[in-house]
DNA sequence: TTTTAGCACTCCCACCTGCCGAGTGCTAAC
DNA sequence: GTTAGCACTCGGCAGGTGGGAGTGCTAAAA
């Protein structure tokens, strides 16, 4: 038994992992990412330039395992990374790549400005980031609630209907459908769009307080029936902040790597992505870490317990607008992944600002 | 050898089947759908209620062997239907189903009036569509210039940029970014979108034509590079009518078949999907057949040889607005898939009608 | 002439077997 | 603390086998 060892190591909090283990977790972690096979102490020994024997390396794996770090698939296998592994690496270990020339060409064309509409450069973010990472991606569009108002306004659309249309600082466009129980001539619906401008325009609907809305009921006491539909619409948007549109890229992705090539495990995660309500609301809701890095059980939905959820959050206009986000095995290359989605964050936040 | 029967069955017309044939035919192909797997003369013989043993059965399937409308992925392991099997199939055999009345129930449900953005109602059929046919789902959403026209405005979102809004007949709001190169106030923009709407209304970008477009240079002469920007943009909607935007649905049914559990061959198909021009033109232009059914290498796109495409064609305000599809194996329930997308293309409709 | 029973034949598939290579843990020597 | 040596374990693969399903053909029956 390796007890001399492993009796010292158990003591060692996380992130005292002595030098050379480190370097050694580091090159497990990347030699598995780069080849998708367990990795044995030989291979390791002539990677790791320590002029170390395998043996050695054996019992430092030994170590590593017992910790908790890495895991034998089967006996005699090598080892793989563990998720605490994984978590050890993305915290202490990792050095994000640099993003080279070329791909930030790539992005940069990618999202031209001759793309005019909100839609599209988010499915195009979307494709994009797709095609960069080799992962799937998800990618949550702003929502009206969290974003900083400009307009509102009401068009009609025959006299029995009319949208409500809202531009955003950010210039996206909200829509929704409105019956109009009682027809309004245009000029009517063009007086309540300027109250309705004039009183919301500069904040973002969630930050509404009672007394605007109360000088909303004051300023357009005849038409209560319309406001009503309009305040209650208004009022779903501000409290719903983490409803936001998701668009995907890059689906066959997820096929691609061996760790799905179980169609049931892909399935899982394929319906998670389109129907789970945590993941909207995970990538729809302001929130903190810039970049979050979910891994396996650590993610809010069972069904990526065997994935990774990298998300980095973009802005418009210098506010929090959403986050991009790729999916893939927990076997995932980190280094690479995290500088590419922050460099198309920053040109997506780009996009907006220069619209 | 079959000569005596082989030289007699090449005379016929593929519409000529003998009875006894078609109903044999049919059989295969609809057990073959069921069980996803190759049907032999055995079990055929006890399906088809005709008394035949199962020689006879062997007999008339090689017939049908001989004449491409079934074949044997080897010896001796029953037959399954050919490209040309499925085709007469749906063409001559297959009887659409009824949709059963708490499919009925779901549908409506799932359409409510509630939903009050195109995008989402869009999204929700296609999510709907995947569940209820267990097939993948894409949809086409309404182009900007296929619709009618109800009113374009142009709204400031500040001092150099501006949107474009359109609203159709629908209620369906398409918006495009706009630079501003000279500020304009909003009593400019106010009036430049009357005249664009008095101009422009009523009808579809793509009909718009040259006097009309002539009327609109004299009127808003003063503006010219904001009329020139925005009648580019005018124009390539008008111009290009087949890039709708695409929502998926259900992506994870399509795994869930056998024939694509080779990640290869679904991977191709997801690539397909997202990315193909060919694709997005099939179901974002107005064309002919309501119902069209594309089988294996009938389909316009390479990827999809292996699958069959259900399109049906949904109307706004009774005009065309774009198809709803399903994309399955070749060994797809045709004869349900059919009538439940109907269903859906109905209440989609429904509720463009009623928004 | 059409249908049927019988039969030999083909092919796939699931199972078993033994072998090989990769990698480990342990021990004893350096 | 490090290393060489060695016995051991396990997965994967090639090759062989038996069983089952289904066919085509032939000859007899209807």
């Known amino acids: 038994m390796a007890n001399s060892r492993s009796v010292r190591?158990?003591?060692?909090?996380?992130a005292e992992l002595d030098e050379r283990k480190r370097l050694i977790l580091r090159a497990i972690v990347e030699e598995h990412v780069a080849t998708g096979?367990?990795?044995?102490?030989?291979?390791?020994?002539?990677?790791?330039?320590?002029?170390?024997?395998?043996?050695?390396?054996?019992?430092?794996?030994?170590?590593?395992?017992?910790?908790?770090?890495?895991?034998?698939?089967?006996?005699?296998a090598g080892r793989i990374p563990s998720q605490l592994g994984y978590r050890f690496y993305v915290d202490h270990l990792m050095q994000p790549a640099q993003v080279p020339f070329d791909l930030l060409e790539v992005i940069r064309e990618s999202l031209e400005l001759k793309t005019r509409t909100v839609e599209a450069v988010m499915q195009q973010t979307a494709h994009l980031l797709g095609r960069l990472t080799n992962y799937m991606t998800v990618v949550a569009g702003p929502t009206a609630g969290a974003s900083v108002l400009r307009r509102i306004d009401i068009l009609p659309v025959d006299d029995r209907r009319a949208v409500l249309v809202a531009v955003t600082g950010g210039g996206a466009v909200h829509d929704w459908a409105i019956d109009l129980s009682t027809p309004l001539s245009d000029e009517e619906l063009r007086y309540i769009s300027e109250v309705l401008t004039r009183l919301l325009g500069g904040r973002a609907l969630a930050d509404v307080g009672r007394t605007v809305l109360q000088g909303l009921e004051d300023a357009l006491?005849?038409?209560?029936?319309?406001?009503?539909?309009?305040?209650?619409?208004?009022?779903?948007?501000?409290?719903?902040?983490?409803e936001?549109?998701?668009?995907?890229?890059?689906?066959?992705?997820?096929?691609?790597?061996?760790?799905?090539?179980?169609?049931?495990?892909?399935?899982?995660?394929?319906?998670?992505?389109?129907?789970?309500?945590?993941?909207?609301?995970?990538?729809?809701?302001?929130?903190?870490?810039?970049?979050?890095?979910?891994?396996?059980?650590?993610?809010?939905?069972?069904?990526?317990?065997?994935?990774?959820?990298?998300?980095?959050?973009?802005?418009?206009?210098?506010?929090?607008?959403?986050?991009?986000?790729?999916?893939?095995?927990?076997?995932?290359?980190?280094?690479?992944?995290?500088?590419?989605?922050?460099?198309?964050?920053?040109?997506?936040?780009?996009w907006f600002g220069r619209i």
Chains 1, 2 share one sequence.
């Not at 009503?228 to 208004?234: A, S, W």
């Open 221 to 242: 006491a005849p038409y209560r029936d319309l406001l009503h539909v309009v305040l209650e619409l208004l009022h779903d948007q501000g409290q719903a902040p983490g």
């Open 9 to 14: 190591v158990v003591n060692f909090s996380p």
């Open 244 to 350: 936001p549109h998701l668009y995907q890229g890059g689906v066959a992705n997820l096929l691609a790597h061996q760790e799905f090539h179980d169609p049931r495990l892909a399935m899982d995660v394929l319906w998670a992505v389109e129907q789970s309500p945590e993941l909207r609301q995970e990538l729809g809701q302001a929130g903190e870490p810039l970049v979050r890095i979910r891994i396996g059980t650590e993610n809010v939905v069972d069904a990526l317990s065997h994935c990774s959820m990298i998300s980095v959050s973009y802005t418009v206009n210098g506010e929090w607008a959403g986050r991009l986000a790729i999916i893939g095995p927990t076997r995932m290359d980190y280094a690479h992944a995290v500088p590419v989605l922050q460099a198309v964050a920053e040109h997506l936040a780009g």
């Open 37 to 76: 096979q367990p990795v044995g102490s030989r291979l390791l020994a002539r990677v790791v330039a320590l002029g170390l024997s395998p043996a050695t390396v054996r019992n430092e794996m030994a170590d590593l395992e017992e910790s908790g770090y890495l895991e034998s698939p089967h006996h005699s």
